[in-house]
């Protein structure tokens, strides 16, 4: 049985292939068009998966959808219906593309589905999973618990912001469910707004600005007074109730009222490039106190509604790393499974595997280990002519290593001596996260990596940090964790014993005194609390990458190296080699890894290109 699955229209559109239940290929479609976030129909995911299921689009045996349309637009009109009068410049601005558009979303499906080859005459069926159960579905069906509660938290879906299920077997049951207006992830995605960082994107860049709020400082306390008692109402099962006078998300063209705001926190909102203050810093971490309260009450209702020892999540709050670190360390369950492409790019995989076990009432058999992503390595792959061809075309020199293990070698070596070294290997990664196959790396015994990365190779704000990568193994030699995390969504501490003492008024210095103060003996991925972003690197799934690392662990004695996204500020993480080349020569990286060959930036031609990458992507 064959199944594809697909997300679109609202942000990162993706589709995804289970055959059989197994999991044969998934990607967003952003990476295929260079515009991130891209939520147009995944034309080219959709052809890439069938490329690699050996399929054409006339033998599936079902199309799904990843929620229902019709139900959102129900939640639309019910939702203008309520606030009117307010909302008339929104409601002009949505229905008519409703009208138009989405009111008939299975003809417009259809209608590029034709385009990739669909004969309607041959009636595959069609299927519309609820979005919270397609979240649900992407984070149980490839986890490896026979049993598990299920918790959800995103922006909204249909009604649902947050859900609460049980997987058992082959069957998803919703429990529990908060719906809209009320949304702990619209709640982040409005101090996302207020803070200045862009809403849908910017999320990450909220969480990564916590650390530097100053815990000592009495503004934190006040600002959490302030949320609890004028914003939300939080409640014992997590659940929040939003105050919807300070907030315009529900009919407006924004996500907050600024005037109330700026009223309530003395201070006006942050624009995208204005300097960040202590005050942004310390809001930042009072929000970010507020939504790890909710997270855990919510994870110990479900564990009060289920009885269930494991817990799967999915849903845009479940990439935040923070929270999933502090959920962990509470021991509510004995493990937990976070879907690595836990947002809406993820529910193309969630819907497909929710028709197969559900819809058409297959049976779920575990065979895997640790889970069935693959290490989330389910896109695009290349073949060497693909490199060739690409150095062909920019006239780019190289040296193409016949062994593997010579190139790793010379790699390792380039990382110990302070290089910036872009590497891409085998099938790109699904969701957000960059993980060794489309990867910039470095050394993160250099106190300078940070800074480097940040302001000549990824052109972004110089507060934001890096994640580890360790040899599953060694992970306990550098962090305090004994368990793994493939898919770099935990954050979890430093060892005490890598740690450097910071100076008696550290909590009082600004953000840039605290952002080069060496905090360890890998000061390029500790954070500002002496926290990392933990990705444990397995032979099983990527064994170029753990090779990589164990040879570079041979020369310098660190199991450990430096890894961030292949893109730059606003682009999409590169997929062919064409791409990464393309942003090798636009950044100040020192080489470029491509399956076996190496190119030396000093040694390429002048790029003679002169189109503007700044221009090219939106900056997020």
């Known amino acids: 049985m064959k199944i594809l699955g697909i997300s679109a229209f609202?942000?990162?559109?993706?589709?995804?292939?289970?055959?059989?239940?197994?999991i044969v290929a998934a990607a967003q479609e952003e990476r295929?068009?260079?515009?991130?976030?891209?939520?147009?129909?995944?034309?080219?995911?959709?052809?890439?998966?069938?490329?690699?299921?050996?399929?054409?689009?006339?033998?599936?045996?079902?199309?799904v959808f990843y929620d229902k349309p019709l139900l959102k637009f129900e939640r639309l009109l019910e939702t203008y219906y309520a606030f009117a009068p307010k909302g008339v410049r929104s409601f002009l601005t949505a229905m008519p593309v409703w009208i138009k558009e989405k009111m008939f979303l299975k003809r417009l499906i259809n209608?590029?589905?034709?385009?990739?080859?669909?004969?309607?005459?041959?009636?595959?069926?069609?299927?519309?999973?609820?979005?919270?159960l397609s979240h649900a579905a992407s984070a149980y069906y490839p986890s490896p618990f026979e049993k598990?509660?299920?918790?959800?938290?995103?922006?909204?879906?249909?009604?649902?912001?947050?859900?609460?299920?049980?997987?058992?077997?082959?069957?998803?049951?919703?429990?529990?469910?908060?719906?809209?207006?009320?949304?702990?992830?619209?709640?982040?995605?409005?101090?996302?707004?207020?803070?200045g960082f862009r809403v849908n994107s910017g999320e990450y860049k909220l969480m990564g600005l916590a650390p530097y709020g100053n815990p000592t400082s009495p503004d934190i306390k006040r600002y959490e007074e302030i949320i609890l008692k004028d914003l939300i109402d939080l409640k014992e099962d997590g659940s929040v109730w939003l105050n919807q006078e300070y907030f315009d998300y529900a009919t407006g063209l924004k996500m907050v009222n600024e005037h109330k705001w700026e009223a309530l926190f003395g201070f006006k909102t942050r624009r995208p490039e204005d300097a960040l203050e202590a005050v942004h810093c310390n809001l930042g971490l009072a929000i970010?106190?507020?939504?790890?309260?909710?997270?855990?009450?919510?994870?110990?209702?479900?564990?009060?509604?289920?009885?269930?020892?494991?817990?799967?999540?999915?849903?845009g709050v479940a990439l935040n790393c923070v929270s999933n670190g502090k959920l962990q360390k509470a021991n509510i369950f004995k493990d937990i499974f976070i879907q690595p492409a836990a947002g809406d790019a993820g529910g193309a995989l969630g819907a497909a595997q929710a028709a197969y076990h559900i819809y058409f009432g297959q049976e779920r058999k575990i065979t895997w280990k640790a889970d069935a992503m693959r290490g989330s390595y389910l896109g695009p792959t290349f073949s060497d002519l693909d490199v060739a061809l690409t150095a062909k075309k920019y006239k780019a020199h190289y040296t193409f290593y016949e062994n593997f293990k010579d190139l790793t070698q010379e790699a390792?070596?380039?990382?110990?001596?302070?290089?910036?070294?872009?590497?891409?290997?085998?099938?790109?990664?699904?969701?957000?996260?960059?993980?060794g196959g489309r990867s910039i790396l470095g050394d993160p015994r250099n106190a300078e990596m940070q800074k480097k990365l940040n302001l000549k190779i990824k052109y972004r704000e110089s507060f934001r940090p890096f994640a580890p990568s360790v040899l599953a193994e060694d992970c306990q030699d550098y962090f305090d964790y004994d368990g793994i995390s493939p898919y770099m969504l935990l954050v979890h501490p430093v060892a005490e014993s890598r740690r450097k003492p910071v100076p008696a008024n550290y909590g009082s210095l600004d953000l840039r005194e605290k952002l080069y103060f060496e905090r360890s003996d890998l000061p390029s991925i500790t954070h500002i609390d002496y926290s990392a972003r933990i990705q444990t690197v397995h032979k099983e799934t990527n064994p170029r990458y753990y090779d990589l690392i164990e040879t570079f662990k041979a020369l310098t004695g660190y199991a450990v190296?430096?890894?961030?996204?292949?893109?730059?500020?606003?682009?999409?993480?590169?997929?062919?080699?064409?791409?990464?080349?393309?942003?090798?020569?636009?950044?100040?990286?020192?080489?470029?890894?491509?399956?076996?060959?190496?190119?030396?930036?000093?040694?390429?031609?002048?790029?003679?290109?002169k189109d503007n990458w700044k221009e090219e992507f939106v900056l997020d």
Not at 10 to 22: C, K, P, T, V, W
Not at 561 to 574: L, M
Not at 600 to 607: C, G, L, S, Y
């Open 412 to 435: 390792a070596r380039l990382l110990s001596e302070g290089n910036v070294v872009g590497w891409v290997q085998g099938r790109m990664e699904f969701g957000p996260r960059a993980l």
């Open 32 to 63: 295929f068009t260079r515009k991130k976030h891209d939520p147009g129909f995944p034309s080219n995911a959709v052809a890439f998966c069938l490329e690699y299921g050996g399929l054409s689009i006339n033998e599936l045996d079902a199309i």
């Open 288 to 315: 970010q106190n507020i939504t790890e309260e909710a997270v855990i009450r919510m994870a110990k209702e479900a564990k009060r509604l289920t009885g269930a020892d494991y817990l799967c999540m999915a849903g």
């Open 148 to 195: 598990s509660a299920i918790l959800t938290i995103d922006g909204v879906g249909e009604w649902a912001t947050a859900s609460i299920c049980l997987g058992e077997g082959k069957d998803i049951s919703i429990l529990k469910e908060l719906r809209f207006p009320h949304s702990l992830g619209l709640l982040y995605s409005a101090f996302t707004y207020f803070l």
């Open 10 to 22: 609202y942000h990162d559109s993706a589709a995804a292939l289970i055959d059989n239940g197994e």
């Open 111 to 132: 209608e590029e589905l034709e385009k990739l080859g669909y004969d309607k005459k041959k009636k595959v069926r069609m299927l519309f999973p609820e979005h919270h």
């Open 561 to 609: 190296i430096v890894n961030t996204s292949f893109n730059v500020r606003g682009e999409p993480i590169v997929n062919t080699p064409n791409d990464a080349y393309r942003c090798f020569m636009r950044t100040e990286m020192d080489y470029l890894v491509v399956g076996n060959y190496i190119f030396d930036k000093k040694q390429q031609p002048e790029w003679l290109e």
